[in-house]
């Protein structure tokens, strides 16, 4: 029996190119049609950047026409627990959530860096835009109450510049409300000369809140 051999020109294509192997998963493609990893970690950093700007000029604006800023120990807090809290603090008072760091950015050399010694652990922020601090305050101390949140306390505020720790705020809560000082004043007007001493002997705020009053009132009268 003869067996005839039969052998392809070298120019035909080779069975390597008709067949391939269907296990080999690994293609080579030009330079230009490689899928290419963008770059994460610099496109991420430029966005944490920019928000950690944002929160440090957010905090600036707070700043403006504030009476009080004080700092509120948030660890354990949930988030529909600060929506809650929000919706019960006056419209002057602002709640802020933000990184010590970056909080401290924005008050260092102005006078609420007496804030310092807040610098630590996890914050919220009260921003309080009116005279009226007891009234600001007392919002957060009834919802600490019913949550049981002890644990929770003011941590520490700046009041006229000077920084308030938590042992101090019964000072901050217990200050006279607008009216209560308005009354002490038509009170000394009509008292006599010892008890107008008195209240000009009364803490730098009452004074200062005694004559602003004061005048206003020979405003009204024509005087």
């Not at 080579?28 to 929160?55: D, G, V």
């Not at 002057?92 to 760091?101: D, H, I, R, Y």
């Not at 007007?189 to 009053?213: C, E, N, Y």
Request: proline share 7%; glycine share 4%.
């Amino acid at each position: 029996m003869e067996v005839t051999l039969f052998t392809l020109p070298s120019s035909s294509l080779s069975l390597k190119s008709h067949f391939r192997n269907p296990f080999l998963t690994t293609t080579h493609l030009p330079p230009t049609l490689r899928p290419q990893s963008p770059p994460l970690p610099k496109i991420q950093a430029a966005i944490s950047r920019t928000k950690k700007e944002e929160t440090v000029e957010k905090v600036k604006q707070e700043l403006d026409s504030c009476h009080l800023i004080a700092a509120i120990s948030y660890k354990g807090l949930t988030v529909s627990q600060f929506q809650e809290l929000r919706t019960q603090l006056p419209e002057t008072t602002k709640l802020l959530v933000a990184k010590n760091t970056l909080v401290y950015k924005a008050i260092e050399g102005t006078k609420w860096a007496a804030l310092k010694p807040c610098m630590k652990g996890m914050n919220a922020w009260l921003f309080v835009h009116s005279e009226e601090i007891p009234a600001a305050l007392k919002p957060y101390r009834t919802f600490q109450r019913e949550k049981k949140l002890e644990e929770n306390d003011f941590t520490g505020a700046v009041f006229e510049g000077k920084f308030y720790g938590p042992g101090e705020f019964k000072a901050l809560e217990n200050l006279p409300t607008r009216a209560e000082v308005y009354a002490q004043i038509l009170g000394s007007i009509k008292a006599p000369a010892s008890a107008v001493i008195g209240t000009i002997q009364a803490p730098a705020r009452d004074l200062v809140l005694t004559l602003k009053a004061y005048c206003k009132k020979l405003e009204e009268e024509g005087q």
